[in-house]
């Protein structure tokens, strides 16, 4: 079974215009003419479904995103439409969609959002993108008090983001306290925690069965730099097997000059060192470590059969 644990649907008027505003800039500055002109924000659940299938992907879990108090604006669609979205998504696809709730703690329905979303929307998860606020904060404990007592996986934004998210709130240091005082939390760090990925993994490593990450936005990477991104899958692979994640973040990166989709999923199914990383001791893939990584971490976290 390969599970995505990272994509978002949602139309364009879900979220800040401000968000939207900065990430078409840096995408302009980023794709080639061909793949801005082919990029647009917003996805639909049946695009979705396409791009699995052309890819080989069984399951997807489905994002939503509050940005509103990051941006100080609202978007023109609630974040309750938005989690509706992701529901409907998943009623309409049990056997390939997994809808999680996002929700801002910083909301003063916060907790009613989130409970609302899991016990009678059916989201089985809880997105969070710390946008105002560190996790540990006092003033969102209430929040993370419910997602304990619901037991249900929570996925943190984590490392860096387009303006005006500050990087400071990605900062996977502040997760910890939470798996010291939550102790059914089950955590993961997006992103590999770009920028924080050295310290990611060091807290992962001393915190099995608690603390996973996902590979979304490693396709710059890929695209940079791809003997880097080797050296580096190599590495989780060594020293955290149990704890890594497929992630695609689609609809974002998919587009000229970083891969499609299917051109990611390809990569990751059929990865290889060059021989000359071999002579130097390191370890070929294993048909078993890339089915961790494909699908069997995130099947046994999101408790799927």
């Known amino acids: 079974m390969i599970i995505d644990v990272h994509t978002h649907i949602f139309e364009e008027k879900m979220w800040a215009k401000k968000f939207l505003d900065e990430l078409r800039a840096i995408k302009k500055k980023t794709l080639?003419?061909?793949?801005?002109?082919?990029y647009t924000i917003g996805a639909k659940t049946e695009a979705l479904i396409k791009d699995m299938d052309s890819a080989g992907i069984d399951?997807?879990?489905c994002l939503p995103i509050d940005f509103a108090f990051m941006c100080q604006q609202e978007p023109e669609i609630s974040i309750r439409k938005a989690n509706e979205y992701v529901a409907e998504a998943q009623q309409k696809y049990p056997d390939r969609i997994?809808?999680?709730c996002g929700v801002d703690p910083m909301r003063a329905d916060a907790i009613d959002i989130l409970e609302w979303g899991v016990k009678e929307l059916g989201l089985?998860?809880?997105?969070i993108f710390p946008g105002i606020f560190y996790p540990n904060e006092e003033r969102v404990a209430p929040f993370m008090q419910k997602i304990e007592?619901?037991?249900v996986p929570v996925?943190?934004?984590q490392g860096a983001d387009p303006l005006p998210y500050v990087l400071k709130y990605g900062d996977p240091r502040y997760i910890d306290d939470l798996l010291l005082k939550y102790p059914r939390f089950r955590v993961i760090a997006a992103h590999l925690a770009r920028g924080y990925g050295d310290l990611l993994f060091e807290m992962a490593a001393q915190r099995p069965g608690r603390l996973w990450m996902d590979v979304s936005t490693c396709q710059y990477e890929f695209h940079y730099s791809k003997w880097h991104l080797l050296m580096r899958l190599r590495l989780l692979?060594?020293?955290l097997p149990n704890a890594v994640l497929l992630g695609t973040d689609w609809p974002f990166i998919k587009n000229p000059p970083l891969p499609s989709h299917k051109d990611w999923l390809d990569f990751l199914r059929n990865m290889e060192l060059p021989k000359s990383f071999l002579d130097m001791g390191m370890k070929q893939f294993t048909k078993e470590e890339k089915e961790k990584l494909l699908g069997e971490n995130a099947k046994s976290l999101l408790n799927l059969k």
């Open 124 to 127: 089985r998860g809880v997105k």
């Open 237 to 239: 692979m060594d020293r």
């Open 149 to 151: 007592e619901l037991n």
């Open 59 to 61: 399951v997807s879990v």
């Open 155 to 157: 996925l943190f934004h």
């Open 98 to 100: 997994v809808g999680f």
């Open 32 to 38: 080639t003419p061909e793949g801005y002109e082919r």
